[in-house]
């Protein structure tokens, strides 16, 4: 499984490169349900290896004039704020939960990106040839807004949010397409080392794991990136979201007892962790055991 796992690692850095996004979509599934990992380690390993391969992205969109670093700033640094309140709350939510929500973002993910997949495409085939417009002034408090939004569901749920950047940037900044998938990227960066910079506190992490599959994942956004020229956006957005509804399904089947309480079942425990709570469960039991076996013993010598 472990081989299986880092090798889905590259599908992260080609989604990143083909698309800009969806990166972080696939990574927490693979971490929890092909290498094992907890839902809460899952999700703070994947902000770390999301935050990684996006700046790799970003940089090469950036060669190409592709990264607005003026709006990249003002609307990351605002979602920056969003994104460390959400991991600090996440300890208060549950693994399952997480997972639960988790899995309902991808639904709407996949809803948005298979209705806009030809949209978007025929919107960057315009864009080509026309000359690129300044970005035109937004209003602050609904682009803060916006980008609180996204900042809060990336800490809490380690999405990067590139679906709901995008729109953002072209909507509220004025970006044309290619600069708002290049700048997205950047944004995702620093949402996601803020993201995994708040889990740090309550979440173990295993780096050697984490320091492989960030490197494979490098990889695929290499070659993700090298890719875009020779594959349809259209196609790949369509087949992407068809994707995103088989998974997102399959996780809410997964914790579907968690659903069924609202959530408050906690996730499984994972096999990387230790057994310190076992050997709690065992020790309690024997407390128990004991205090029967004394209750017992003392209702004997007080009998007449």
Do not use: C
Request: glycine share 14%.
């Amino acid at each position: 499984m472990p081989i299986i796992g880092f090798s889905l690692a590259a599908l992260i850095g080609l989604s990143l490169g083909l698309l800009g996004g969806g990166g972080s979509i696939i990574t927490v599934p693979i971490l929890v349900y092909v290498l094992g990992f907890g839902a809460k380690e899952s999700i703070a390993m994947g902000l770390a290896v999301v935050g990684v391969t996006s700046l790799f992205g970003a940089a090469g969109h950036w060669r190409k004039g592709n990264v607005q670093l003026r709006a990249a700033l003002v609307f990351g640094a605002v979602a920056m704020v969003g994104t460390y309140a959400g991991a600090r709350l996440s300890v208060f939510v549950s693994g399952a939960l997480q997972l639960l929500l988790f899995a309902t973002v991808m639904l709407v993910a996949a809803f948005f990106m298979f209705r806009n997949g030809r949209k978007e495409a025929a919107l960057a085939a315009r864009q080509e040839s026309a000359p690129v417009p300044e970005p035109r002034k937004a209003s602050f408090p609904v682009m803060a807004l916006a980008a609180l939004g996204v900042g809060g569901l990336t800490g809490l749920v380690g999405v990067g949010g590139g679906f709901l950047i995008v729109p953002a940037l072209v909507l509220l900044v004025g970006l044309p397409m290619k600069q708002a998938v290049g700048t997205s990227l950047l944004v995702i960066a620093l949402n996601s080392f803020v993201g995994f910079a708040g889990y740090l506190g309550h979440v173990q992490v295993p780096w050697l794991y984490l320091g492989i599959f960030t490197a494979i994942a490098v990889a695929g956004i290499l070659i993700g990136t090298w890719a875009t020229h020779y594959v349809s956006q259209a196609a790949l957005k369509r087949a992407f979201s068809i994707f995103l509804v088989v998974m997102g399904a399959f996780i809410m089947f997964k914790n579907r007892e968690a659903l069924a309480r609202g959530g408050d079942e906690p996730a499984p425990r994972s096999s990387h962790t230790s057994n310190d709570g076992a050997h709690e469960h065992d020790g309690s039991m024997r407390v128990i055991g004991d205090s029967h076996r004394s209750r017992r013993t003392s209702s004997r010598w007080s009998s007449p």
